[in-house]
């Protein structure tokens, strides 16, 4: 079967750091994905892992550990407007459905101030 | 940035009527896709599409559910007689596609509710 796991909510502190976890058993890997969605809107794109290790992108980082079928999302310096849930998602394969992802049901992150 | 357009934002409709769900995606890319997020749950794949033909589908996506792309900009998802647990916001999104590393652009969604 296809499986995501993510904490349901987590809170913070303004300026903080905060790790948000992912594990995963998929049936196949081509990748992984973090989103942002804000309530009533749409997911937005955060980051992409298919090789083990870590990838930064401003104050926003993911890791990828595949024999530990694994992921974080850091995200540094919080600000307010971090507020949202943030979406893990496994690309099981490639190939023609390039975009089938299987989503984790997602990680409620409140920033307070 | 470009978007992913999506009409009506929100659809009511009873039981067993046939809706048609709008979108349009970035005008340069090559495949399309639906997901469908019920309240309080995961975003769950629904079909994805590529060269005026679907390529991928998932469970969900049973006999009820029909994908267009009727011209060259609007791509549809009709469901033809709708269910109560069809109420859910359905997301519409495009990628220009052939990496592994794209990212799918999203629509803001409809909300459809079924009563």
């Known amino acids: 079967g296809q499986n995501i796991d993510q904490p349901t909510e987590m809170t913070a502190t303004e300026g903080a750091i905060v790790q948000i976890n992912c594990t995963y058993q998929t049936s196949g890997f081509n990748g992984l994905f973090w989103y942002q969605q804000h309530a009533g809107e749409a997911p937005t794109f955060l980051s992409y892992?298919?090789?083990?290790g870590l990838e930064e992108k401003g104050r926003f980082s993911s890791f990828l550990s595949r024999s530990k079928g694994y992921s974080y999302l850091l995200l540094k310096e919080l600000q307010m407007k971090d507020s949202a849930s943030y979406l893990c998602a496994v690309r099981p394969r490639g190939g023609g459905s390039q975009g089938n992802l299987i989503f984790g049901k997602g990680t409620k992150l409140s920033v307070k101030p | 940035e470009p978007e992913v357009t999506q009409t009506p934002s929100h659809q009511v409709t009873q039981m067993g009527q046939e809706v048609i769900l709008r979108c349009v995606p970035i005008?340069?890319?090559?495949?399309f896709y639906w997901y469908r997020q019920i309240l309080g749950q995961k975003v769950e794949f629904l079909v994805s599409?590529?060269?005026?033909?679907?390529?991928?589908k998932s469970e969900i996506f049973d006999d009820q559910f029909s994908v267009e792309r009727p011209d060259g900009s609007n791509f549809t998802l009709k469901i033809r007689s709708t269910k109560l647990e069809d109420s859910a916001m359905y997301f519409c999104a495009s990628s220009s596609g052939g990496q592994l590393n794209e990212k799918l652009f999203f629509g803001s969604g409809t909300q459809l509710s079924v009563l």
């Open positions: 599409f590529y060269n005026n033909e679907i390529s991928e």
């Open positions: 005008s340069n890319h090559l495949y």
């Open positions: 892992n298919v090789l083990d």
